[in-house]
């Protein structure tokens, strides 16, 4: 399953009285005439009641240089316990509908026109109201956010794999796992997003050194 392609995107939606978003990589494209997507989202998220309440949502394309951490707080963080939108520049369109702009490269703002009970998630099927370029760049897609970034993934995604079973093939250094997120310390590759360079074992890393994807403390990772 790994190897089905995505990309990175924030889906956000609103109510009357609040605005959410969240990470998703399962945007795409479903017809040109007129330009449709779809996006699946899970049931428990809080977006999830945003959007179907609304039936509108917004899709920020996330640049590849994202860090890790925005992507956390969007994507391992729940608008029900957090404001996401603490620090991060956004704008609110013409109809309410907020957009996240911060690491994006342009956003499409669709109106939902079908839905299908996906089980754990919701497929909402969407036609574009509007889009803007923002600037130029690659957009980050979902292999190289878990190859290069080395990113998780959360059960609430659609895309979620037990990482029991993507660690086996791996027992050639000591790995560590983060309760929290599920992000895995690979020595062999360090942590760049943090300057820790290859080759630095677990037990070495600073003890204020954090989880570069949820912020959880080296106390939260436990041995693969
Ligand atoms: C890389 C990545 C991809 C994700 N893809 C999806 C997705 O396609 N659909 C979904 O419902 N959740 C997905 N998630 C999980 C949500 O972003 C996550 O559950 C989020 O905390 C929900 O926030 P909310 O409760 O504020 O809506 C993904 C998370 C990550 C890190």
Redo the contacts with the bound molecule.
């Keep these: 399953m790994r190897n089905i392609s995505y990309g990175?995107y924030i889906v956000c939606s609103n109510n009357d009285k609040l605005i959410?978003?969240?990470?998703?990589?399962?945007?795409f494209q479903i017809a040109s005439e007129p330009p449709t997507i779809a996006?699946?989202?899970?049931k428990?998220?809080?977006?999830?009641g945003f959007i179907q309440s609304s039936l509108r949502f917004t899709v920020s394309i996330l640049a590849e240089d994202t860090p890790l951490a925005f992507?956390?707080q969007?994507?391992?963080?729940?608008?029900?316990t957090e404001d996401?939108f603490k620090n991060v520049k956004y704008q609110i369109l013409y109809s309410g509908l907020p957009v996240v702009l911060d690491n994006t490269l342009g956003y499409l703002e669709a109106k939902v026109i079908n839905q299908m009970d996906g089980g754990t998630?919701t497929v909402f099927l969407a036609q574009i109201t509007a889009m803007e370029m923002l600037k130029a760049g690659k957009p980050m897609t979902?292999d190289y956010?878990h190859q290069v970034k080395r990113?998780?993934?959360?059960k609430?995604?659609?895309?979620f794999i037990k990482e029991e079973a993507l660690a086996k093939s791996d027992t050639l250094i000591q790995k560590y796992r983060c309760s929290v997120c599920g992000y895995v310390y690979d020595p062999a590759l360090g942590d760049p997003e943090n300057k820790i360079p290859a080759g630095t074992p677990f037990e070495k890393l600073p003890e204020n050194w954090v989880c570069p994807?949820c912020g959880a403390t080296k106390d939260k990772f436990g041995k693969i």
Aim: no cysteine; hydrophobic share 30%.
């Design positions: 990175m959410n978003g969240q990470i998703s990589n399962t945007v996006v699946s989202i899970n428990q998220n809080f977006t999830h992507i956390g969007f994507g391992f963080k729940s608008g029900r996401k998630h979902y956010y990113g998780s993934t959360p609430t995604a659609p895309t994807v």
